[in-house]
């Protein structure tokens, strides 16, 4: 090599410039931090978005841009399941275009971008949180059959909230559905009833139970009941005691515990829901990362807060079939175009 570019020198000067050049162009772009979080202003950090007029038809999304090549993943064969809080796909009063909507569906531009996400990472199961009705979580089914995600069994619950709601789709038989024994708690000296719910679907597939338990917990927001963050405990302890009953009865049940739990792995509220590490009932929160190394999932606009509050768990007779490696953030170029969550992904042998 040190010959040829000897004659090169010799022969045209100014072309071995032009090779050094670009050596060293190459060279200083290797050296950036691959693991660092987005820069500010790049496709991955949320982005004002002016949304399209909301539009009821069931429309087949665009061609999406490239997702992450999960192909290239450790193992990634196995039953493939998404946790997505989809952001408001419901009817509500939104500022949409400069305008003021009353009673207004989620724009069609973070629909499509919702079914092209999905379309790109093809879960088998496919656990949502903030669906508004039973009709909401038909017409997502819908639309992920047109472009080619047949999801025939589906399950749809809720709580006290009379807009948000939780839903189940997957491609194989849903064999059972279970309510919460409680669903009930007392706060300054009323009774309230969860929010959201509390989604227990057990999904019959290649040969194996998977009992999916979901939650979408009380937001960080301030609430007529009372104190969100007691809310948000009161919630997480009706959750722990459901676990509990639950493997009481079967210590080695394959449970997956999985949603929205609007607080971080050091509260307490995530710390009464996960148990004691030594506990046999502990639940194990899966490692998740994006391309860049980074675990957040929810981007507080109006705060400007990235954090982990979406999680999904397992129970120890789950462990074993976990594939710690293959677990993603999805965080394709257009997340923020379809949710202020970010999906994650786990897969199961």
């Known amino acids: 090599m040190i010959n040829q570019l000897i004659k090169l020198k010799k022969s045209n000067p100014r072309i071995l410039g032009l090779v050094f050049l670009a050596f060293f162009a190459l060279a200083g772009s290797s050296c950036e931090r691959k693991n660092q979080s987005p820069d500010w202003g790049t496709p991955s950090h949320p982005v004002a978005v002016t949304a399209t007029a909301p539009s009821a038809a069931v429309v087949a999304p665009p061609t999406p841009p490239a997702a992450i090549p999960l192909a290239a993943t450790p193992n990634s064969g196995g039953l493939r399941f998404i946790a997505y809080n989809v952001e408001n796909w419901l009817n509500m009063d939104r500022h949409v275009d400069k305008k003021n909507l009353k009673d207004s569906p989620k724009p069609e531009s973070e629909k499509q971008a919702v079914i092209g996400l999905l379309m790109r990472h093809t879960p088998d199961v496919l656990g949502l949180c903030e669906i508004g009705q039973a009709t909401d979580l038909a017409e997502i089914q819908e639309r992920l059959k047109a472009v080619g995600l047949d999801f025939p069994h589906s399950h749809f619950t809720g709580g006290s909230d ?22 009930e708690y007392q706060l300054a000296g009323q009774t309230f009833a969860i929010n959201r719910g509390i989604l227990d679907v057990t999904v019959q597939a290649n040969g194996k139970p998977y009992r999916f338990i979901g939650i979408h917990l009380k937001s960080k927001r301030d609430s007529e009941q009372g104190d969100q963050e007691a809310i948000r405990l009161n919630e997480a302890r009706l959750l722990r005691r459901h676990v509990d009953s639950i493997l009481s009865q079967d210590a080695a049940a394959r449970l997956i515990v999985y949603g929205d739990f609007n607080d971080t792995r050091a509260s307490h509220p995530i710390k009464l829901i996960t148990g004691n590490y030594n506990d046999p009932t502990y ?15 929810h981007h507080w606009a109006p705060h400007d807060i990235y954090s982990r509050i979406d999680l999904i768990m397992v129970s120890q007779g789950m462990r074993k079939d976990v594939n710690f490696p293959a677990a993603r953030v999805i965080d394709d170029a257009d997340w923020n175009l379809a949710s202020d969550h970010r999906a994650i992904l786990a897969i199961f042998r």
């Open 162 to 183: 009379p807009t948000r709601h939780l839903g189940l789709l997957s491609r194989f038989p849903i064999i059972s559905t279970a309510k919460p024994a409680e669903s």
């Open 283 to 297: 639940l194990t929160a899966i490692p998740a990362k994006d391309s860049r190394n980074d675990a957040w999932t």
